[in-house]
């Protein structure tokens, strides 16, 4: 599993010219779910989006604050639906539910953001391989 994060000042995503969800400050993820990836993948994807270290501390210090820190919010775009669902429940699960929207899966989105200085980080999770025998 991928994901691509951008730490914005406000996002939002519009689905038919309606508004489906937005945040103020806070994390756009885009999220991408590769061929292998499990239930294992999503819920440490999930822990880490929630554990990134993106602000800045309130001494200045450089990239020592995560989104739960600062009372910030997380959007989710979603590609492949159950271990994307799966993903979003585990970030609700891991901050609070009320500062977690998502998108709308399989809608032709128009996603609008404002980036909060030039931050975008890509995590990943590979899937677990097997020892091979011999």
């Given amino acids: 599993m991928k994901a691509i994060l951008q730490r914005v000042l406000s996002a939002s995503v519009t689905v038919d010219q309606l508004l489906v969800s937005s945040i103020g400050k806070g994390i756009l993820v885009f999220a991408a779910v590769a061929p292998g990836d499990t239930v294992k993948e999503a819920e440490a994807m999930a822990a880490k989006i929630l554990k990134m270290r993106i602000w800045d501390g309130e001494d ?4 020592k604050q995560n989104v739960q820190d600062v009372h910030g919010e997380v959007l989710c775009g979603p590609q492949a639906k ?8 585990k970030i609700r699960e891991g901050y609070m539910v009320e500062r977690v929207q998502d998108g709308v899966f399989q809608a032709m989105m128009e996603v609008g953001l404002v980036n909060d200085g030039p931050v975008t980080l890509e995590l990943s999770t590979a899937p677990r391989q097997e020892p091979q025998g011999s």
């Fill in 60 to 63: 200045g210090s450089r990239w």
């Fill in 82 to 89: 159950a271990l994307y669902d799966h993903l979003v429940s």
